[in-house]
C-alpha cells in the first residue's frame, strides 16, 4: 500500500463526504493504493455514520471511533498505530486542507527521501487577529527551542515515511510539535512545503482561545522532555547536590563557629544562616529525591495508550480495547 491518508475528526459531519470523494478523484488519477482512515474522536453528530456509509462503498475507507473526545492528538495516535501506507498523510476534515497536495508530499518523501514533511499555510485563511499573529509568535518560540526550522508547525498536512509514525509517541496535546517529536527520535530530514489552505467550509474550529496557553505549556514541557526526560537525575540530581552542599556550607561554618570561635555568642537558631543551610537542604534532598524518583519512572514505564477505542471498521484489531 502507498498511502494511508489519516483524519481525525471531531463533529465534520457536512465535510465528510465532500472530502471522501475529492481524496477518492486524486488517489484515481494517480493510481496509488491507498487507505482512508477516519478517526472520529468522540463526535456527537452523524460523522459516524457518515463514515460508516462511506465504508460500505469504499473498501479503502476505514474507521476508527473513540468512546468520547480524547483530543487530535490521540486521535492521530490511533491513526498511526494503525495506518499501514509506506507514506502516512495526516490531513484536516474540515476541508481546510487541499487533497490535491497529497502527489506533490508523496514524491518528496518516496523521491527525495524525506523523514517528514509539514505543511507550509503561507497564506491563510483564518482570522487575523485569533490565529495569525499568535501563530507566528508561536511557531517562532518553537522554532528558537526545538532547533526545527518550520514556520509552520502545527499544519494538519503532513507527510511521514511509516517508520517516523511507528516510532514517536504523540501524547497530550503534542499534535503541535509532532516534528519536534520527530526529531527527537532521530529522523533528521525535516522539510516544508508550500501548501493550499482554504477557509473552513462548514462548523467552526475545535480549539479556542485555549490553544495558545496550551501550546505554550506543551512546547515547555516539550523542551524540557527532550533536554532532560531521559536523564532526570542529571538536572535534578545536578541541583540538588548543589542546593545541598550549600546548605552543608552554611551548617558547617554554624557549627565550627559555635563550638570553637564563639561558644558564648548567638544562638544557632537566633542566626539567619541557620534558615539558609535549613532550607537548602531542605530542598537539595527533595530534588534529588525527585531526579532519582524520575530515573525510577522511566526504568519502568511501557507505552500505554490513553484512549478507547469502541469500534474499528474494515480493520483487524490490533491492539486489544483498552481502558483507562
Ligand atoms: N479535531 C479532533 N479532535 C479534537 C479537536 C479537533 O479530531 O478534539 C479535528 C477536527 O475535526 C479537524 C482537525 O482536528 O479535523 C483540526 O481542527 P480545527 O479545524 O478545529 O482546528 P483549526 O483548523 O482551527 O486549527
Ligand atoms: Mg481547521
Redesign the pocket.
Known amino acids: 500500500m502507498n498511502l494511508s491518508i489519516v483524519?481525525?475528526?471531531?463533529?465534520?459531519e457536512e465535510s465528510l463526504k465532500e472530502l471522501h470523494d475529492w481524496i477518492v478523484r486524486v488517489m484515481r488519477s494517480n493510481h496509488f493504493l491507498y487507505e482512508i482512515l477516519f478517526?472520529d474522536?468522540g463526535s456527537t453528530d452523524t460523522s459516524w455514520q457518515v463514515i460508516e456509509q462511506l465504508s460500505r462503498t469504499n473498501e479503502n475507507v476505514k474507521g476508527i471511533r473513540f468512546l468520547r473526545?480524547?483530543?487530535?492528538s490521540q486521535?492521530l495516535h490511533a491513526g498511526f498505530d494503525t495506518a499501514q501506507g509506506d507514506v502516512i498523510i495526516t490531513m484536516?476534515?474540515?476541508l481546510?486542507d487541499n487533497p490535491e497536495e497529497i502527489p506533490g508530499l508523496y514524491e518528496l518523501i518516496t523521491k527525495e527521501n524525506y523523514d517528514l514533511v509539514s505543511g507550509w499555510k503561507k497564506k491563510r485563511y483564518?482570522s487575523l487577529i485569533s490565529?495569525n499573529l499568535p501563530s507566528k509568535l508561536f511557531n517562532w518560540a518553537a522554532r528558537r527551542t526545538s532547533g526545527v526550522k518550520l514556520h509552520d508547525f502545527?499544519c494538519?498536512l503532513k507527510a511521514y515515511k511509516k517508520d517516523v509514525v511507528k516510532n514517536i509517541e504523540v501524547s497530550g496535546e503534542m499534535h503541535r510539535y509532532i516534528p519536534v517529536l520527530a526529531k527527537n527520535a532521530g529522523y533528521k530530514n525535516i522539510a516544508e512545503k508550500v501548501v493550499q489552505h482554504q477557509a473552513?467550509k462548514y462548523g467552526?474550529?475545535?480549539?479556542g482561545m485555549s490553544?495558545f496557553i496550551n501550546g505554550f505549556l506543551d512546547l515547555i514541557t516539550i523542551w524540557f522532555v527532550s533536554k532532560f526526560g531521559k536523564r532526570p537525575m542529571h538536572l535534578f540530581g545536578a541541583m540538588g547536590v548543589l542546593m545541598f552542599l550549600i546548605g552543608l556550607g552554611f551548617a558547617l561554618y554554624l557549627g565550627i563557629d559555635k563550638l570553637f570561635i564563639d561558644p558564648t555568642g548567638r544562638l544557632i537558631t537566633d542566626r539567619p544562616q541557620f534558615y539558609i543551610a535549613l532550607t537548602a537542604m531542605l530542598i537539595g534532598s527533595q530534588m534529588f529525591l525527585a531526579g532519582f524518583l524520575g530515573e525510577m519512572i522511566i526504568r519502568s514505564r511501557k507505552n500505554e495508550a490513553r484512549y478507547t477505542i469502541s469500534e474499528k471498521l474494515n480493520e483487524s484489531a490490533q491492539r486489544e480495547p483498552q481502558s483507562l
Open positions: 483524519i481525525p475528526l471531531l463533529n465534520e478517526i474522536d473526545n480524547f483530543g487530535k486521535a484536516d476534515a474540515d481546510q483564518d490565529k502545527n494538519g473552513r467552526k474550529t475545535k480549539f490553544r
